[in-house]
């Protein structure tokens, strides 16, 4: 499974097309926008298995902090290490020991996807920020969870 993991600071028309289907599949249609991968302040890191994007990573800097921003891997290729050596990349390249890091998970029906992997690498959650997106699930986007009402919390995790 050779899995290339790498930087890419402009997607290409077919790498953006896959990303964005990445996202409506996990996130929900219209959660990402072309206008979101293009932006030039965000550290885009993606996994290609034969120059098919399988997996990315999204990543800035803000005036105090470095945030995770998003996390996403391809269905059938989860629970294969893959956001690990994003993250792992990452960390690698883009952080020092010094910085404060925070990212977010969501918590749906007690699960929260994103935490393992923020545990691994040294985040805690800090702060359950609650339905954040209760006035605009299902509204500004096609949520894959939404079943009459928001269900998802948002979880803060920081070192």
Do not use: R
């Not at 302040?41 to 990315?56: M, R, Y």
């Not at 391809?74 to 956001?83: D, E, L, T, V």
């Not at 960390?91 to 029906?109: G, M, P, R």
């Amino acid at each position: 499974m050779s899995i290339e993991i790498k930087e890419i600071k402009k997607l290409n028309p077919l790498h953006l097309t896959q990303c964005i289907e990445i996202s409506n599949c996990l996130f929900g249609k219209g959660y990402h926008s072309e206008k979101y991968f293009l932006n030039k302040n965000i550290v885009k890191i993606v996994a290609l298995k034969k120059n098919n994007i399988i997996g990315f990573f999204i990543g800035k800097k803000e005036i105090k902090n470095v945030v995770i921003d998003c996390i996403a891997i391809k269905k059938n290729w989860q629970k294969k290490s893959i956001g690990t050596k994003l993250m792992a990349f990452y960390f690698q390249k883009f952080l020092n020991s010094k910085d404060k890091v925070v990212a977010y998970a969501w918590k749906i029906k007690n699960k929260m996807p994103a935490g393992k992997i923020n545990y691994k690498f040294g985040l805690k959650p800090v702060e359950n920020m609650g339905k954040i997106w209760k006035d605009k699930c299902n509204i500004s986007f096609k949520c894959t969870c939404f079943n009459e009402s928001c269900i998802c919390e948002c979880v803060k995790f920081s070192n």
